[in-house]
């Protein structure tokens, strides 16, 4: 018996690899196949189910590229019904991958048609289940995501704790517990930093197997929820409708271009430029009016965040040899769109003399000895618990997220300071401020981490 977690920082998720005796599953793959593939090669092993938790909302799945390389069959939970050919599971349906058994678990509450999946290792013994977005580590999946006009948040939760404590609760408490997610998806809101635990420990320690009522949990999950990201309800349409093949996507998205033909594409008016380059890389020269988010950083879910359509036509500026990294990671989250990438980089739009604009920046030492010295007016772009958990006096609060419903709060010629946490967010505000035409501000290197040690 194999079982590979393949967990994507940027994306916060994790996918699954299942094997026994040539035999072998995938859960929740992302867009790309080829690292699936690649791991059934290498044992000889072919590729028969490819099971999916639920309609992903924060990324594109690779279900149907995975399908349609290896043949196997995609699988679904009970009610799912996308636009292409799928096995609709019935609820305890058992299906085989060698010696190994898999039972569907219809957990309804985060989406309509969420369910997890029960493996019983070679002896017959239940040894772990995959829970999707219905149990995370920490937390348990958003009740929000799925609500229509006869379906609120409340009801969804409702259906959640019945699915709870009908479906998981009463296994054993030594099961091996693998969710979809961990800390830093938008999935749920308390999860935590580890990527796997055992189902008893869940039962002591997470906050929501522990309410004592349906109404107290029903309280609790719907408590704090922040709106999800835009691009959440788009990928959810494009998993259940089906999409173009990557190949095709990443044929396109490296084409390069000269810095001549560049400008003639960025001057047409219809392409986006991206600039994935680190943060302070991308101070020190950029292509004027592009929008820096960097692949160092959580970079899919805040492409996803602040650029709302997912047809946008984009032209990358990356470092060298981080093209196809950076067309990928936009891919994983429905961006197919890229026209291509700067071909040479930065440097080479330098050496064509191009125009370049910057970012200006103060070390966190000296923006301390500024503000104590002077009345200054300072934006903090973290979210609002992170603000609240200590921020410069009188700073004011600007969300990232929130830019655009924020514009107005932001002054047009009164110069201010800028930071967020580390300097990764506030170079993206920086960057989107500089597009609509401000230059009246300064960004603080290394945000509130840096600042809080000189006050």
Known sequence: MKIEQIYTGCLAQGAYYIESDGEAA???????????????????????????????????SGHLDLAAKTGANIVYGPTAAPDYQVHVAEDAEIFSIGKLKIKVLHTPGHTLESSCYLLADETGMDYCIFTGDTLFIGDVGRPDLAQKSDLTQNDLAGMLYDSLHTKIIPLADELIVYPAHGAGSACGKNMSKETF????????????????TKQQFIEEVTTGILPPPAYFILNVQKNKQGTGGLDNVMSQGLQHFAPKDFEMLANAGEALILDTRPAQLFAKGFIPNSINIGLDGQFAPWVGALIPDLKQAILLVTEPEKEEESVLRLARVGYDNVLGYLRGGIENWQMAEKEVDSIASVSAENFVNIWKNQKTWVIDVRRVGEYEGGHVADAQNVPLDFINENMAAIPKDA????????????????????????????????????????L
Do not use: W
């Not at 635990?197 to 004592?212: F, I, M, P, S």
């Open 415 to 454: 110069p201010f300071y800028l930071h967020c946490a580390g300097g990764y967010r506030s170079m993206i505000f920086a960057s989107i401020l500089k597009s609509r035409g401000f230059d009246n501000f300064v960004e603080i290197a290394g945000g509130f981490g840096a600042i809080k040690k000189f």
């Open 197 to 212: 635990d055992t189902l008893g420990h869940q039962k002591e320690v997470n906050y929501a197997l522990k309410a004592a």
């Open 26 to 60: 995938v859960i929740d793959p992302l867009r790309e196949y080829s690292p699936y593939i690649k791991r059934a090669a290498e044992s000889g092993a072919k590729i028969k189910y490819i099971f999916e938790t639920h309609f992903h909302a924060d990324f594109v």
